[in-house]
């Protein structure tokens, strides 16, 4: 993988992951979204190495983080 790919997939996952940051009025589970998008991007380029596996993991790591903020959502009413 060329060094440019890699810098320009971190750069956005940092973006991503935070994004969130400073955002009073995002919920937990939005939140967690964007946190596991931006790791699941990162995981996903590493396994991968293409385009197809960075989507693949941003996807797959923003629900699994919405899964978790709306279970902290739910028990934190």
Do not use: R, W
């Amino acid at each position: 993988m060329k060094k440019s790919s890699l810098l320009i997939t971190v750069m956005v996952a940092a973006g991503l992951g935070l994004g969130g940051c400073g955002q009073p009025n995002l919920s937990n589970t939005q939140e967690k979204a964007l946190i596991g998008a931006a790791g699941g991007a990162l995981v996903g380029q590493a396994i991968g190495g293409n385009t197809k596996g960075t989507l693949i993991g941003a996807a797959a790591g923003a629900v699994a983080g919405a899964a978790y903020g709306h279970y902290q959502d739910t028990n934190n009413e």
